[in-house]
């Protein structure tokens, strides 16, 4: 079984900037895709930005420019890199990866539990 776990999260005033870091752990798996999502309070869980093996990426429109995302595959590694960061902003922040076993053909997800973020005006 694969697990991840975020770590980063924090206050801090608006335009300042914050870095989220998800690490992978398990045996004898690969990993795909991997995404940070991120669920303010009252509000559904939507994409911040996601990251393919080959490294392509996407973001959502509200963070293009600000938000960017990085992997370091080796080490089945995701990042957050957060500039310019708003109130709206404030959120759990949760890392997501596809992966499969060595052995095997199906991916599954799985969801790490969240950092917040909080962002003061």
């Known amino acids: 079984q694969v697990q991840v776990a975020e770590s980063g999260g924090g206050l801090v005033q608006a335009g300042g900037s914050l870095r989220l870091s998800c690490a992978t752990s398990?045996?004898?798996?690969?990993?795909?895709?991997m995404g940070w999502y991120r669920q303010a309070p009252g509000k559904q869980r939507d994409l911040v930005a996601t990251?393919?093996?080959?490294?392509?990426?996407n973001y959502a429109n509200s963070v293009k420019g600000r938000f960017t995302i990085s992997r370091d595959s080796a080490k089945n590694t995701v990042f957050l890199q957060m500039n310019s960061l708003k109130p709206e902003d404030t959120a759990v922040y949760y890392c997501n990866a596809a992966w499969r076993l060595l052995t095997g053909s199906t991916y599954r997800e799985v969801w790490g539990q969240g950092t917040l973020v909080t962002v003061s005006s």
């Open positions: 398990g045996s004898m798996f690969r990993v795909n895709t």
């Open positions: 990251i393919a093996r080959d490294g392509s990426t």
